[in-house]
Every structure is written in structure tokens, then in C-alpha cells.
């Protein structure tokens, strides 16, 4: 079942075209990570994941899979995941950040990359990886 139909498909023609993008997902809670990988999917991307802890979300990263941007949650079974962030920067892999927390406690130099509080839905999710394309290309 899609979370969204095809008037909204329709409305989309003039966004930015995100099908076949590879997009990794780092969230650890069983119940978001799989939501936010049929959501991807739904928008076209290639989904990579969901990462459930760093090790796994590492092993991602360094592997020769290519990843055209992640979305990654800032908590990861207590853990931070700013170490991530410095490795995707790195790489020239946009990424955007995702908490249900309100004190989001960044790094400044992660202040100004785009953020989703949870939940989100479809719509914010295209137009913050929309936007991620837009603003590396």
C-alpha cells in the first residue's frame, strides 16, 4: 500500500526529480525505520537500510555502495550521530537530521543542515531531500 496517491504524484511534476536516488536511512526505533523506508520508496528513491545502530550505519558508509544523501535520526541507541556526519561531509554526501526530541543539541558546524522534528510525513520528507539535492548540485 503507498502512503500517498497519484493526485499528489500529479502535483509533483515540477519538483526535483529524486527517482532512483540512493538514500540511507540510519534510525534504530523498528517502528520509523521501516515507515521511512516505504515512504522513500514510495517517492522513488533507492533505499538503503534502515541502518538500526552506528556499526551498521558505518559499515554503510564505507562500503563502495554509492549513497546520494542520508537521512539520518540524531539518536542512535545512545549514541550521537555527528561522527556520521563528519564522514558523509567528507565524502560530498548531503544529509539531513531527524529527532522526536526537542532539544536537538547540534554541533554548530551541523547548525545549519536541514532537520525533520518526528513525526514527519511524505510531504516534508520530499521537500527537505528536494531540497538537499537543490542546494549540492
Not at 565524502?91 to 554548530?108: C, E, H, N
Request: charged fraction near 25%; charge should be negative; aromatic fraction near 6%.
Amino acid at each position: 500500500m503507498s502512503l500517498r496517491d497519484s493526485s499528489i504524484d500529479a502535483q509533483l511534476s515540477g519538483a526535483t526529480d529524486l527517482n532512483g536516488r540512493r538514500i540511507l536511512i540510519v534510525e534504530d526505533s523498528p517502528v520509523v525505520g521501516p515507515f521511512t523506508a516505504e515512504m522513500l520508496a514510495d517517492l522513488g528513491f533507492d533505499v538503503i537500510g534502515p541502518a538500526p545502530n552506528m556499526a551498521a550505519a558505518r559499515e554503510l558508509i564505507e562500503s563502495d555502495e554509492p549513497i546520494d544523501a542520508a537521512m539520518m535520526d540524531v539518536h542512535i541507541r545512545g549514541e550521537r550521530v555527528f561522527p556520521l556526519c563528519d564522514t558523509l561531509a567528507a565524502r560530498g554526501v548531503p544529509f539531513l537530521l531527524t529527532s522526536g526530541y526537542a532539544d536537538w543539541q547540534i554541533p554548530d558546524k551541523w547548525q545549519d543542515r536541514p532537520r525533520l522534528q518526528k513525526p514527519y510525513t511524505i510531504d516534508q520528507v520530499e521537500e527537505a531531500l528536494s531540497g538537499l539535492f537543490t542546494s549540492s548540485n
